[in-house]
């Protein structure tokens, strides 16, 4: 007996079964239409924006800059997920080897990261536009855009290798089947044969580090901005200054709003284990559909740039 528990957990699983969504296995493949159609609208309108940005030379300022780069990482991120959950829905291809998982896990964590980091980026920019004007043609440059971008990427890329790496030094020995549809840090460490607290003690770390840093730094802006505007005398102003800063919000908001929810659903363990695996991957997708749309809406000289390459005006 005790030579095959010594066999057992000597034993190395070689790949991985992504399960899909649990509890729903017979009839998750409905949900195939849906998410294609939105991957395809993530695709579609943020390749859109990039076109807009790069022919409208009106819109060649860093504002539009750093609304580029979040539609790059939006792309990146839905093409991370979505064609290896459509694969999974269409053809049953559920098994994934040990390093494509831990590939896809870090990739996944580099561009969720990238999104607030942007939005700081976009931040800063929002506040010196609004409250320092005359310093920003000086402060705000494309030499600005292109080191906040390289190190907002360093940033994300180099402290996230900790997940995977830690991930991967975990022991796989008896179970290897993940009840998700993509390669979740918890989801798969959970698998493991030993213990995995310094992977959820990392992710905390890294969750407060990375985006609590971010969402402080992008608060402290808006609280700056709103302190700026509310000292106008002219209430038309104000509306004009804010009115430049909504779409930012919306997206911000929406962000944020999504990871609580995740958080509170993985905390409570739901009856329905569906749901939080279904908003972790509505995470990674609406986002992307959703961004060029509240730009292109909110935005008069981007809606402009839209009507021009569709040639509607």
Partial sequence: MGDTDSNSSKFQVSEFILMGFPGIHSWQHWLSLPLALLYFLALSANILILIIINKEAALHQPMYYFLGILAAADM???????PRILTILWFNAKTVTLPECFAQMYAIHCFVAMEPSTFVCMAIDRYVAICQPLRYPSVITESFVFKATVFMALRNSLSLISVSVLAAQR????????????CSNLGVTSLSCDDQKINSINQVLLAWTLMGSDLGL???SYALILHSVLKLNS?????KALSTCTSHLILILFFY????????????????PFIPVLLNVLHNVIPPALNPMVYALKNKKLRQGLYKVLRLE
């Fill in 76 to 82: 990146g991120l839905a093409t991370t997920i979505m």
């Fill in 171 to 182: 022991h796989y020995c008896s179970r290897n089947q993940i009840e998700h549809c993509l």
């Fill in 218 to 220: 992008i608060i402290l």
């Fill in 235 to 239: 209430p038309e102003t104000a509306s």
């Fill in 257 to 272: 709003t999504v990871i609580i929810v995740i958080s509170i659903s993985h905390s409570t363990g739901m009856k329905v």
